[in-house]
């Protein structure tokens, strides 16, 4: 008998859904990081011979992000799930490919490394098998979390 998912579905931590939803499944997670596998479905409007620009991957990191903000809420906060927040910021990103493979695991790692009321910064990676196709600093608003 197969383990039991510890972590909610991914459509009641982000609000993303159809091909725009991006983060498939939440992997592991502490109180500062998220990793998670997500993949590009053919049906994205940015699929085109067989994979989408590599610029697609920073909304994969976006969406673990959010996967992660909904995730340090305490059960009781969880009210508004799938919350809309927003990437305001997209500092140092480093791109190692064009492209990314459509329908292909893709390992997303989110760690906040500062936050201050609504804004929240995280280092993040995405990773193609061994290899890393792109990296960078993401700054994100979620407007529930204002004092």
């Known amino acids: 008998m197969p383990a039991l998912d510890p972590f909610p579905p991914v459509e009641d931590l982000v609000p993303h859904r159809g091909p725009a939803l991006l983060l498939r499944r939440v992997l592991e997670v502490s109180d500062r990081e998220l990793r998670g596998v997500g993949q590009i479905s053919p049906e994205s409007p940015f699929a085109a011979r067989g994979s989408a620009p590599l610029f697609v991957g920073l909304d994969l990191l976006a969406q673990a992000a959010a996967a992660l903000a909904t995730l340090r809420q305490r059960p009781s906060e969880r009210e508004a799930r799938g919350e809309v927040g927003y990437l305001v910021g997209v500092r140092e990103a480093r791109f190692e490919t064009a492209t ?4 292909v695991p893709l390992v997303a790692h989110v760690r906040i490394t500062g936050e201050a009321a609504a804004v929240a910064t995280h280092e993040g990676s995405l990773w193609l098998g061994e290899g890393i196709c792109l990296s960078a600093t993401l700054t994100t608003f979620l ?5």
């Open 100 to 103: 990314l493979p459509l329908s």
């Open 143 to 147: 407007p529930s979390s204002r004092p």
